[in-house]
């Protein structure tokens, strides 16, 4: 069945240095979209990127992603990360239509001075 | 733009008793509605997928008759978490979903049980 693999764990980073969190899949769809969601301390998470097109860098708040479909990613990277990005960071993929999110197991980043 | 209200945020019940959630999609109508719980240490566990005007879809390891779900309209589903016990414990969300492939998530419902 379709899955979602994660950098599993802590990453910890610098402050002002990069961070990339990976993330795998597999699907027997065509029809999917991938996104990544935020989640801070005690709040529910909220959706950080999206995107269905091959190729093609999302970008928001600084976060960026590029979904390849050759590799089976969707890897999320910061240039410089700053400490209100410590949080858990998710990577999902929807089947077309109203199916399923797939969530990997999360990845907590936590950003030290 | 479009919130997603969840009530109560945190709730406490004694084991074996019952407690409702409730899910309000505002400024957007919901296609449909996904209840998830977030246990401690773990990813996100989805329950069951609700569509309006559709059978609801539990997922294996949850059941209706454990957690019934009424889903009347494009904004608004409740979820009843019946005979709550110690493992019932987490965080539920409700993730209302729109045509373009959105999700978005409600703050969530804390259930403690005692």
């Known amino acids: 069945g379709d899955s979602v693999t994660q950098t599993e764990g802590l990453v910890t980073v610098t402050e002002g240095l990069p961070v990339m969190l990976n993330c795998t899949y597999q699907t027997a769809y065509s029809d999917v979209a991938f996104f990544w969601y935020v989640q801070y301390l005690n709040e529910a998470p909220k959706l950080l990127l999206r995107?269905?097109?091959?190729?093609k860098r999302t970008e928001h708040q600084g976060f960026h992603a590029t979904l390849h479909k050759s590799s089976s990613s969707f890897h999320l990277q910061k240039s410089s990360v700053q400490l209100s990005d410590s949080a858990l960071y998710y990577c999902a993929l929807r089947e077309g239509g109203y199916q399923n999110f797939y969530f990997g197991k999360g990845t907590s980043l936590t950003v030290i001075p | 733009g479009a919130l997603v209200y969840q009530y109560p945020r945190r709730t406490i019940c004694k084991s074996g008793t019952s407690m409702r959630m409730e899910c309000q999609a505002v400024g957007f109508q919901a296609t449909s509605v996904a209840w998830y719980r977030q246990s401690p240490q773990k990813t996100f566990e989805l329950i069951a997928l609700s569509t309006v005007n559709s059978a609801i879809k539990y997922e294996q390891n949850f059941t209706q008759e454990k957690f019934p779900i009424s889903h009347p309209n494009l904004s608004f589903s409740s979820m009843t978490v019946l005979n709550a016990y110690l493992e019932d414990r987490g965080l539920y969300l409700c993730?209302?979903?729109?045509?373009?492939?959105?999700?978005?998530f409600g703050p969530g419902t804390r259930l403690t049980v005692l």
């Open positions: 993730g209302a979903r729109v045509l373009d492939y959105e999700q978005y």
């Open positions: 995107s269905s097109t091959d190729n």
